[in-house]
């Protein structure tokens, strides 16, 4: 019969004298107090972090923002710049409510923040007054110098949360050594009145301890694999249980943010690279596609990065559609970065698979431009030489090297062979996949 701790203790207390309920009840109250610091110091770490992320994120697109303003003059990227600016004083108005003991840091960073904005206002309007020369100089003197202040200052909040997170995890760890002896000591007090009862009562929770505090270094050295197996239906099952479920949650999201793409949420260069590998191991046939766009870089400084943004997230969205459609569920898609995409499928499907993206991507692409520049079949971007160019409609370009016509061994070689090809397919002034130095289409 499953009793839980609480119903283990009453029924020690009946046969044994107080000390074995007082063994449980100990134990009780320090695996609590464990989890809520073990928790506290785990999912706050997470959230916090991601939040300072993203607030460097903020003020390195605002600076972005304010140098592309100073020398395109572009509105988009003034509009941006402010954007930027609400957002990283939303977040850090959060990080305040969560970390307070750093408010004054804090209040420090708020006041330079407003001094970085005051000067880029300045800064836009000496531009606006066709003062391009003091703009320039306000930029690379003033505004750089507090920008610079502002990272020192985000950089002494991230030391200082660190710091406080290691302080929860040394309390936590003197807290369960703690637990330990003094539940070892009670429980042979209670051995003399109760032998067989207090044997087993405080094996189970030695061990449960015992796990509890593994575990807890465990995910504090960023191994979340090897989690405490309590069987049972007490509350030390049901802490074992929430350490595998926090485990796992924390291993999925490190997996997310080390290797997968943030805007697109696919698997990145290393997932891409193991993929590879392991089909290589294997002898398996494949087709390795790499999927790269045409005049990316002219409609991005053309309608802004956020316009191609969302265009990438379009396109991977297709690409997720075309191989759940016509793809098999082997079939792997990754993102690279920027406009590259990786598609590895089988060879008796890359043909269809790849005139489908063609088909589609042509068919959409016109969408993610101003009507009067779709009529017109071609936008006005800067080249290469920082000259005004005229530059066509996106069009796609798909490299493929198929290893049932072409011998490689490792991932490098694929690598270069879809490098050549690809800069084969860019020669032609539309969409294409070229196919192991032949033209398929």
């Not at 209040?107 to 923040?113: A, D, N």
């Not at 007490?234 to 249980?241: G, N, R, S, T």
């Not at 590895?344 to 589609?360: F, G, H, M, T, Y």
Request: charged share 30%; glycine share 4%.
């Amino acid at each position: 019969m499953n009793l839980t701790l609480r119903q283990k203790i009453f029924l020690g207390y009946i046969v044994m004298i107080s000390f074995t309920l007082l063994v449980g009840f100990y134990a009780i109250f320090s695996l609590k107090e464990l989890n809520t610091i073990t928790q506290n110091t785990v999912f706050n770490s997470i959230a916090t972090s991601e939040r300072l992320t993203k607030l460097n994120d903020s003020i390195l697109a605002q600076d972005l923002y304010e140098k592309r303003f100073l020398m395109l003059h572009q509105q988009d990227a003034e509009n941006l710049f402010w954007s930027r600016s609400k957002e990283f004083r939303e977040m850090l108005a959060e990080i305040n409510k969560t970390e307070t003991y750093i408010s004054p840091i804090i209040e420090s960073i708020i006041s330079l923040h407003d001094k970085y904005n005051v000067l880029f206002a300045r800064e836009s309007q000496l531009i606006k007054d066709n003062r391009a020369r003091e703009a320039a100089d306000v930029s690379v003197r003033e505004i750089k110098a507090v920008f610079d202040k502002i990272l020192f200052a985000l950089k002494d909040v991230d030391s200082k949360i660190k710091a406080r997170q290691n302080e929860f995890i040394a309390k936590s760890n003197s807290l369960s050594e703690r637990a330990l002896l003094i539940t070892i000591i009670l429980s042979a007090t209670s051995f003399i009145f109760g032998l067989l009862f207090a044997s087993l009562l405080t094996n189970h929770l030695n061990a449960a301890i015992e796990q509890l505090k593994e575990a807890t270094n465990m995910i504090r050295s960023g191994d979340f694999d090897s989690m405490p197996e309590i069987k049972g239906a007490d509350e030390l099952a049901d802490l074992a249980i929430s350490f595998r479920e926090m485990s796992s949650r924390l291993k999925e999201l490190e997996e997310i943010n080390l290797d997968a793409n943030p805007l697109t949420k696919l698997p990145g260069n290393l997932a891409i690279e193991k993929e590879l590998l392991v089909r290589l191991n294997e002898t398996r046939r494949f087709s390795f596609c790499l999927i790269d766009l045409d005049n990316f870089k002219a409609y991005n400084d053309r309608y802004s990065y956020a316009r191609g943004s969302d265009l990438i997230k379009w396109l991977s969205e297709l690409l997720v559609n075309i191989k759940k459609e016509y793809g098999d569920p082997e079939d792997f898609l990754g993102h690279i970065g920027g406009d590259d995409f990786v598609l590895i499928c089988s060879p008796d499907n890359v043909q269809p698979l790849c005139s489908k993206i063609i088909e589609e991507f042509d068919k959409g692409i016109v969408d993610h431009y101003d009507p009067e520049d779709a009529k017109k079949g071609f936008i006005i971007s800067i080249d290469r030489n920082d000259k005004p160019a005229m530059f066509g409609i996106m069009t796609v370009s798909i490299a493929v090297v198929n290893t049932d016509r072409t011998l490689v061994r490792d991932p490098k070689e694929i690598s270069q062979k879809v490098a050549e090809l690809k800069q084969y397919a860019k020669s032609f002034a539309k969409s294409i996949y070229i196919m192991d130095r032949r033209r398929a289409r």
